[in-house]
């Protein structure tokens, strides 16, 4: 029985890293303020947090996003200018 509650405490741990954020930076091709999303130069289109104002980007400027996956989605947590 304890062996169940170990593989399973470890099995969780690897799942909730699998949800962690990932970065990426890029140049952005277009933004759909009403639809909430932002497709980058690469073709890539990723949706805006909650937090995100879509007012604040503009077409050609490059960022650096950290974003969620949700499902297929990829969901923007914070903008930088790009490095």
């Given at each position: 029985?304890?062996?169940f509650f ?16 990932a ?5 952005i ?10 497709t ?17 980007l503009k077409?050609?400027e490059k ?20 490095k």
């Amino acid at each position: 029985m304890r062996t169940f509650f170990v593989v399973t405490a470890m099995a969780a741990t690897l799942m909730a890293g699998a949800a962690s954020a990932a970065t990426v930076s890029a140049q952005i091709k277009s933004i759909d303020v009403k639809g909430r999303t932002v497709t980058m130069a690469d073709g890539k289109i990723y949706q805006l947090g909650p937090n995100i104002k879509a007012d604040k980007l503009k077409s050609g400027e490059k960022i650096s996003v950290s974003y969620d996956k949700a499902g297929a989605k990829s969901i923007i947590t914070k903008v930088e200018p790009a490095k």
